[in-house]
């Protein structure tokens, strides 16, 4: 599901539980993420499955990237292995950060 960084941060904020991912290479997780955010690169795509199999797949999850393609593209896949709460952050970290919400760098 799309959502747009105000009820993304609203709804991640209600679940504390969920987990947080970042799609985006290491270098770019490096110069600046949301807090608490776990780095799993999309495009290491071998890595990225086998991080997937050891997830809770009734979990919530919440994935961002740069601008939302990715984390778009995460979620589908997902969805595909049988999650079925992923939330994308609709503008990426950029977004986020465009908002005004806090990231760590």
């Known amino acids: 599901m ?12 209600l679940e504390s539980d969920a987990l947080c ?11 600046g993420h949301l807090v608490d955010s776990i780095n799993v690169d999309l495009y290491d795509a ?3 499955v086998k991080y997937l ?3 809770d797949k009734k979990k919530s999850y919440y994935i961002y ?3 939302g393609k990715r984390s778009l593209a995460a979620c589908e896949i997902m969805n595909e292995l049988g999650f079925n709460n ?3 952050l609709e503008s990426g970290y950029m ?3 465009d908002s005004g919400y806090e990231s760590v760098k």
């Open 95 to 97: 977004g986020w950060i």
């Open 65 to 67: 990237c740069r601008s």
């Open 21 to 31: 991912l970042d799609v985006r290479t290491k270098q770019e997780f490096d110069d």
């Open 86 to 88: 992923t939330y994308n």
């Open 46 to 48: 071998a890595k990225f």
């Open 53 to 55: 199999n050891d997830l």
């Open 2 to 13: 799309n959502l747009k960084p105000i009820d993304w941060k609203k709804k991640k904020e």
